[in-house]
């Protein structure tokens, strides 16, 4: 695993001015660029009262931070990037207390620095996706939710698709039924693909595309040839004892931000270095609003 110590981090990115070389060259490849103003390749300077970098030849100011989830931030940017390093550096995320108790902000700001972050990490693990190949494991789960008695459950359906030793695709759905979830399925596995499900009668009509194997867990049947949802329950597993004991209670409304959180961190996991970098890669990407 390429791991990326603490130590690391802060040799990179020790102040301000680092972070925002950082975004200066992610967002315009550096400082030696093509003014906008006056069409002359220059050398633009950090300003020191503001998050911008000045051209040489005509003074116009160019803003590194804009458009991306620094706009109109007054927190430093090494707070923000700290942030990010806190959640890509542990399996359970990072509840918004912590983020407030680490960096010594208000608990608002904490909250929309985790969100902002979770929605990053949606933006970065969408960038290398594609049509899932392999053999591919599909299952759905429950999450959060309290049913009174006499209502009916109000708990946020997230369906996954899993490439066996590849990437994890995962999302709220409205519903389980066939409609929905063939959909989604025919939209990102080709015909003729290997895919494993449980006995769910949703997924009943992809045997005649699909080269479909299903195991019965309702009656304790988990393994079935080379059938089987292991790696899916063992990732939804890790997320609901995330959810429970890291950050207590999640609403449906934001539970995809955290649904992509932890796809991102799985997908990522082999290494440290490269989960970061890679988020941090993203601050090119369109800045994805809330649903």
Not at 60 to 87: C, D, Q
Not at 169 to 198: F, H, K, Q, R
Not at 214 to 243: D, P
Request: net charge positive; charged share 25%.
């Amino acid at each position: 695993m390429a791991k990326y110590t603490f130590k690391q981090f802060q040799e990179e990115y020790p102040n301000d001015a680092a972070c925002l070389a950082k975004l200066m060259e992610i967002n315009f490849g550096g400082t030696e660029i093509v003014c906008p103003s006056c069409k002359q390749r220059a050398t633009f300077h950090p300003m020191s009262k503001r998050r911008a970098y000045a051209c040489q030849e005509c003074g116009h100011h160019v803003y590194p931070a804009a458009g991306t989830i620094f706009h109109k931030s007054r927190t430093n940017l090494t707070k923000w990037f700290f942030a990010m390093y806190l959640m890509t550096s542990t399996r359970h995320g990072v509840a918004a207390k912590e983020v407030e108790r680490q960096l010594g902000v208000t608990y608002k700001c904490a909250w929309r620095m985790c969100h902002e972050l979770r929605k990053l990490m949606a933006a970065a693990d969408d960038k290398w996706g594609g049509p899932m190949d392999g053999h591919i494991e599909i299952d759905e789960t429950h999450v959060g939710g309290r049913r009174k008695q006499g209502e009916p459950d109000n708990k946020t359906v997230v369906f996954g698709m899993l490439q066996r030793d590849g990437r994890l695709l995962a999302a709220p759905i409205p519903d389980v039924t066939t409609y929905t979830v063939e959909g989604i399925i025919n939209e990102n596995i080709p015909a003729g693909t290997i895919i494993s499900t449980d006995e769910h009668k949703a997924y009943h009509g992809l045997r005649h595309a699909y080269d479909h194997g299903t195991v019965n867990h309702s009656a304790k049947e988990y393994v079935r040839g080379i059938h089987h949802v292991n790696g899916l329950e063992s990732h939804w597993s890790l997320f609901k004892r995330a959810i429970k004991g890291t950050h207590v209670h999640i609403s449906a409304k934001h539970s995809w931000k955290y649904v992509s959180e932890f796809s991102y961190r799985r997908n990522m996991r082999k290494s440290h270095w490269a989960m970061f970098n890679l988020l941090v890669e993203a601050f090119a990407l369109p800045r994805l609003q809330d649903a």
